[in-house]
């Protein structure tokens, strides 16, 4: 089965993005990106309700991890950000289910 949905909230919504899968259903898409390109800044309990909400209106959600990911970096460092911004990421998708 294909889904199709945007990456982040549609033009035209205007609500939090915890409450963007009612407007989605009514346009008739079933999938949402949620964007945290420029760095994982959703909690705990904004992630649950994202999945709950998900789930309620049958739309299968996906997160796109930060830009700032380097495995290949000769400095250490780097590659340990990285290596935390995945880890996050992943929490993060765990819990939006």
């Known amino acids: 089965m294909i889904r199709v949905g945007p990456a982040g909230n549609p033009?035209?919504?205007?609500?939090?993005t915890v409450d963007v899968f009612d407007y989605l259903k009514k346009l008739g898409l079933d999938a949402y990106e949620y964007q945290a390109t420029y760095g994982v800044r959703i909690g705990k309990k904004s992630s649950l309700l994202i999945g709950k909400n998900a789930k309620k209106n049958d739309v299968l959600v996906?997160?796109?991890?930060p830009y700032y990911?380097?495995?290949s970096s000769a400095d250490k460092g780097v590659i340990q950000r990285s290596i935390n911004r995945l880890f996050i990421t992943s929490k993060v998708a765990e819990w939006m289910n």
């Open 11 to 16: 033009i035209g919504y205007k609500g939090k």
């Open 62 to 65: 996906s997160i796109h991890a």
């Open 69 to 71: 990911i380097n495995l």
